[in-house]
């Protein structure tokens, strides 16, 4: 069966420090993959997707970048953190199917 | 460009009731999928059920059902005999076939059972 991981679960951060969030899928090849980010209560953005290894697509302008470096790696980067890129931060991933599978998410807070 | 509303920002009901959120969405594209995810407090994002848009038959898993009215462009969500577990929140989201899948949520309605 297929599994996703992301880590770490929970970051506080500095503002203008940098960011690396990572996300990892098993059982499955040739995955889609995307990283949302929700700000409390609200609903969910997307941010990037990639359809596959070195592919990245942004639907969102920011200080944020994303990069594919394996089949099944996703990674969300920054290099300086402002405070208004606190919030959840997810990723999931998916196939012809239509469904997307979510991780458990990053908890980020900018101090 | 696709949008999703969902114009109850919050519902509350007690165990054993059925209860019906709402979703309507805006677009252009006639070949899409329409989901609802539920997000329990420890915010992981599981997927409750899909229906495609060509299908003209309403989806089903177990105590959930939605109501897919294509011209309306509503896609409402039924919860049957609902349970505390199904405390959450509730969103719709809508994605245009083929290409890169990009899934469109709405805000969300956050669902309270009560005992």
């Known amino acids: 069966s297929q599994t996703i991981h992301q880590w770490p679960a929970t970051l506080v951060q500095p503002v203008g420090s940098p960011l690396s969030l990572e996300c990892t899928v098993e059982g499955t090849s040739n995955p889609n993959l995307y990283w949302y980010r929700q700000a409390a209560g609200r609903g969910l953005q997307l941010l990037f997707y990639s359809v596959g290894i070195g592919q990245i697509s942004s639907e969102v302008p920011q200080n944020l970048s994303a990069s594919r470096p394996q089949d099944r790696q996703f990674i969300l980067s920054s290099k300086k953190l402002l405070l208004s890129d606190s919030g959840f931060y997810l990723c999931a991933w998916g196939v012809g199917g239509g469904e997307q599978y979510f991780g458990p998410g990053t908890r980020l807070t900018v101090t | 460009a696709q949008t999703v509303t969902q114009s109850q920002p919050e519902m509350s009901v007690q165990e054993a009731e059925t209860v019906t959120l709402s979703c309507t969405y805006d677009?252009?594209?006639?070949?899409?999928?329409l989901f609802w995810y539920k997000q329990p407090p420890s915010r992981q994002m599981i997927l409750v059920i899909r229906q495609e848009a060509y299908k003209q038959q309403n989806a089903t898993e177990n105590r959930f059902s939605v109501n897919f009215q294509k011209a309306a462009k509503s896609f409402s969500l039924k919860i049957s005999d609902s349970q505390l577990g199904d405390t959450a929140m509730y969103f719709c989201?809508?994605?245009?076939?083929?290409?890169?899948?990009?899934?469109?949520f709405g805000q969300g309605t956050r669902l309270t059972i009560n005992p």
């Open positions: 677009t252009s594209e006639n070949n899409y999928y």
């Open positions: 989201a809508f994605m245009k076939r083929g290409g890169a899948q990009k899934l469109v």
